[in-house]
């Protein structure tokens, strides 16, 4: 019978297919006990299934490439950590050889242990890593058992799940999988943010899904709007053939985009930069027609292994890609990486109480002796075969800028010094992702050659909402009106020096945020190559002065609904609908 559901569209696109439900994750286990001359075997037994699950977590990282390389690299990492995790460890071989529990209740309680600490925490981003406990625990458990703790034939079905792992994200679609409904979550976790990369159609929060949807019925579902459709009906059939047929008109549409210039009604050039962190992200960059890289994310390098790269390896992969965007510029961002990105080189602290204001970013870099200069030589090197910009993350104040800016001047002078060929100028500019960055910079835009806001971190850091926390959702949000004065402040005093400014976080690659954007001043874009010919399309049918005009009305907005309004009256008419959260 037909039922019609409601939850939040989170990744577009239209998806028609049988379900698979899977019930949420529960390690419900027997208490068992054991013989005291049977538990070194037992133990034997629980540290193979948990080198199983390493090796296995292992291959699947060094299998990542792109967007897949940055965002669930970072959730396969802290598994791996959570593997490594001496309390884990430890707190496993005392239930089995003291206190002879077998290695599945030894597990369950475990478990249970850790996730009681994670609860009494404060900090909502440990306690918003339960999440992580339960996929590493049930990934051993299955391990325990020899089968694996993947979906299987999923091809041609539609995933509905109490909530979807990042690491899941990717090899579900590569399985073909058509689309996946949740019945909690976020438009903002990295999940969303990972299937919208992916055309992935995502429906979360939908809080009667597993209860309504049994395994084999027929689901049509929406991304955009968030409906969910149990054994639709011939008309609900007929809407779904007729939104395909507008999908595969609107994707013709964008790809004669391809070589078209992002160009305002009234001719205003927006330049729009890609996003990238390896080859593949450049080859798409170039394919469509970025002005450039506005943002390379150098991390990846320092997660690929367990020893830092050389100045040698660093320079060949920037050399590398400067040489793939053929003279087109390439902003080179220096490490940004901290406990919250768990690599294996030894260079972030483990544990911090709060990772996300702890040892990060510049701070990391400029704390290890000669880390930052090699990296500075390396990108000054590769400046010599095309035109390189250096961004610096997680600045904070005028002393940071001053001492990074000094590491660059004396690698520029020593390579010339050694015979190098290098750029006779490299722009220097700085990530304004901390409040105190914004609030100051007047006090050191002087130094800098052009800036990037990075709007992710900016936003959590300004609300206190963790992007993370689902529990946050409603909150985080750069529909604020402190974030819309904000920006608005930074790119007044960028654009009163005549300095470049551009947008990289995740609002310059969604399309019902590029009037606002606009409005405020900004010019240039920094977006993950996925969405960057539907945002070339919305400037294409925008009037940049009739926005600038309206940017009053939108500076006295006084809360989101307002906010809102504004969005929704300035958007181009062929725009999708799209929650203002996503």
Sequence with gaps: MRQGLHGQGASRGNALGRARVREPHALEVAETRIAAGDAPAELQRLHAAIAQVRAEIRAMRDQLHGALAHEVGEFLDLHTLLLDDPELLQGLDELVMTRLYGADYALRLQRDRLAAVFEAMDDAYFRSRIEDIDHVIGRVHAALHAHEAELQGVAGEILVSDAIAPSEIGRLQARGVLGVVTSSGSTLSHSAILARSLHLPLVVNAPHALAQI???????????????????????????????????????????????????????????????????????????????????RTEFLFLQGRRIPDEEEQFRAYRDLVLGMTGRTVTIRTLDIGADKADETGLALRHEPNPAMGLRGVRLSMARDGLLLTQLRAIVRASGYGPVRVLVPMISGREEVLAVRALLDRAQRELRAAGHGTAERIPFGAMIEVPSAAIALPAFVRELDFISIGTNDLVQYLLAADRNNDALGDLYSPLHPAVIRLLHGVVRIARGRGMPVSVCGEIAGDARFTPLLLALGLEELSLHPSPLLEVRRAIRALDLGHLRARLPTLLRARDRAGLERWLDAAQPLHAPHRDARA
Excluded: F, W
Aim: glycine share 8%.
């Design 214 to 296: 049994n395994d084999g019925d027929v689901l049509m579902i929406d991304g955009a709007s968030g409906e969910v459709i149990v054994e639709p009906n011939a008309d609900d059939l007929r809407r779904y053939r007729d939104r395909l047929r507008e999908e595969k008109r609107e994707r013709k549409q964008l790809r004669r985009l391809r070589r078209e210039p992002s160009k305002t009604l009234d001719g205003v050039d927006i330049r729009l930069y890609a996003n990238a962190e390896s080859r593949e992200d450049v080859a798409e960059a170039h394919a469509l027609g970025a002005a450039g890289v506005g943002l390379y």
